[in-house]
C-alpha cells in the first residue's frame, strides 16, 4: 500500500506564500517523476509543476517565477514553495507520482486526496 499525503494548504492573503509537501510512504523502491497538479471549482485538473527525479523541472507559464518545485529523494517528499499568491491560484492541490514497489510493480500517475489553498482579501 502506497499513500502521497499533502500537507500545508491554508488561506493566505493575495501576496503571500506558503509551502506545500506530500510525502509517500509504502514498500517504494525508486520514485520517479513527480509533479503537483491543481482544480479550481468548474475547472479542469491542471500540472502547476513537475520535476523528474534528476531535478529537472517544468512549470506551467501561470505560475513561472512565483513558484518553486523540489524534492528530497531520501524523504521521498516532494515540495512547492509558492509566493506571490493571486485569488486565481485557488485550487486544490493534488500530488502525483510515478513509482517502482519494492516488488518490481510500477505505478504511474499516483494521487494523493489534496490540499485546499485558497488566496483571498
Known amino acids: 500500500q502506497v499513500q502521497l499525503v499533502e500537507s500545508g494548504g491554508g488561506l493566505v492573503h493575495p501576496g503571500g506564500s506558503l509551502r506545500l509537501s506530500c510525502a509517500a510512504s509504502?514498500?517504494?523502491?525508486?520514485?520517479?517523476?513527480m509533479g503537483w497538479y491543481r482544480q479550481a471549482p468548474g475547472k479542469q485538473r491542471e500540472l502547476v509543476a513537475a520535476?523528474?527525479?534528476?531535478?529537472?523541472?517544468n512549470y506551467t507559464d501561470s505560475v513561472k517565477g512565483r513558484f518553486t518545485i523540489s524534492r528530497d529523494n531520501a524523504k521521498n517528499t516532494v515540495y512547492l514553495q509558492m509566493n506571490s499568491l493571486k485569488p486565481e491560484d485557488t485550487a486544490v492541490y493534488y500530488c502525483?507520482?510515478?513509482?517502482?514497489?519494492?516488488?518490481?510493480?510500477?505505478?504511474?500517475?499516483?494521487w494523493g486526496q489534496g490540499t485546499q489553498v485558497t488566496v483571498s482579501s
Open positions: 509504502g514498500s517504494i523502491f525508486r520514485i520517479d517523476a
Open positions: 520535476i523528474t527525479s534528476g531535478g529537472n523541472t
Open positions: 502525483n507520482a510515478d513509482f517502482e514497489m519494492i516488488t518490481g510493480v510500477r505505478h504511474y500517475g499516483y
